[in-house]
């Protein structure tokens, strides 16, 4: 009998490994003969990614009010819903999406200050009620993964790394500590990795959960 398909998001700050952990799971379930698209946000189609651009180098001398960081995300997150998540979905792919409407929960809301409620009609409008079957949250100290983020140099190809690499450590333990209450607000959906372990463990670890949920 044929598995159904599965939407599974990664979570989490800078430096946590998330693209890492994405590469080895698109391959293990690959091994077990499903079909697997992995994609991120924002971006992800054509559109998506030209918002994504905007989102990530704003004009030289204007800062992205939290509300306009919200509004733009949640339109990249709609045609990306629309035009590849829903519809590999329906195909009966397993999508893999580093990060999802949780990311926009902590940075836009939690760190940045929308009002958790307004961020939710955002999320509800753009997703047309796409949830995560599934979401894997890699959570470590913010020393390591400060160390990470330096060590990745300007050849980094997440953006959201460019854009805290100077935050500092106060603000990069917000953010986790924001990454720890959304998964407080959705229990059964959240499975908690340890991203300090090395990262053969972590995949490991990621792999048993999905094994548990689904008898993959």
């Known amino acids: 009998m044929a598995i159904q398909s599965r939407f599974i998001t990664l979570e989490g700050g800078e430096g946590v490994g998330k693209s890492t952990l994405m590469s080895s799971l698109v391959k293990w379930l690959e091994s077990k003969d499903l079909k697997v698209l992995s994609t991120r946000e924002p971006g992800g189609t054509p559109i998506a990614d030209a918002v994504r651009r905007v989102f990530k180098s704003p004009p030289v001398g204007e800062e992205f009010m939290p509300e ?3 509004l733009l995300v949640s339109a990249a997150r709609a045609q990306h819903v629309g035009k590849v998540i829903k519809p590999a979905l329906q195909a009966g792919k397993w999508v893999i ?3 999802f409407t949780d990311s926009t929960r902590v940075y836009q809301g939690l760190y940045g200050g929308v009002a958790l409620n307004n961020l939710e009609w955002l999320i509800q409008f753009s997703t047309g009620g796409l949830a995560p079957d599934l979401t894997f949250l890699l959570d470590c100290d913010v020393a390591l993964t400060a160390g990470r983020i330096g060590g990745r140099g ?4 997440d953006d959201d790394a460019v854009r805290f690499d100077q935050a500092g450590d106060v603000v990069l333990e917000k953010l986790r ?3 720890r209450k959304v998964a407080g607000f959705y229990p059964s959906r959240f499975f908690i990795l340890d991203a300090s372990l090395p990262q053969e463990k972590v995949f490991q670890d990621a792999c048993t ?3 548990r949920r689904w008898q993959i």
């Open 97 to 99: 999406c580093d990060r």
């Open 154 to 157: 300007v050849a980094s190809n």
């Open 68 to 70: 306009t960081e919200a």
């Open 209 to 211: 959960e999905l094994e």
């Open 177 to 179: 500590q924001g990454f």
